[in-house]
Nanobody, 115 residues
């Protein structure tokens, strides 16, 4: 069974930075489009950033210029570097892998931006 495990969440002050990691197992990682999504309290889940197998990236307007998605196929890992964090970035961040119509989700990691 394919598996995604996120880490790196936590409490950070406004203006701070965090790096989230998503380690994949039991899948051919390099072929998958990887994505980071988030669900804030009381809101629907939204796309944050995606990166394809050819390293094409896409970002939500709300995070452009502040967040960077990347991948290391040798480590089966996707990353989300988050900078200039705002209180409105507070959410549970989940990793997603898509290939040939099949989608896999991680369990999520909580990010809280507060002073």
């Amino acid at each position: 069974q394919v598996q995604l495990v996120e880490s790196g969440g936590g409490l950070v002050q406004p203006g701070g930075s965090l790096r989230l990691s998503c380690v994949a197992s039991r899948m051919i990682f390099s072929r998958r489009t990887m994505g980071w999504y988030r669900r804030a309290p009381g809101k629907q889940r939204e796309m944050v950033a995606t990166i394809t197998s050819t390293y094409s990236t896409n970002y939500a307007d709300s995070v452009k210029g502040r967040f960077t998605i990347s991948r290391d196929n040798a480590k089966n890992t996707a990353y989300l570097q988050m900078s200039s964090l705002k209180p409105e970035d507070t959410a549970v961040y989940s990793c997603n892998a898509v290939y040939a119509g099949a989608s896999t989700w991680g369990q999520g990691t909580r990010v809280t931006v507060s002073s």
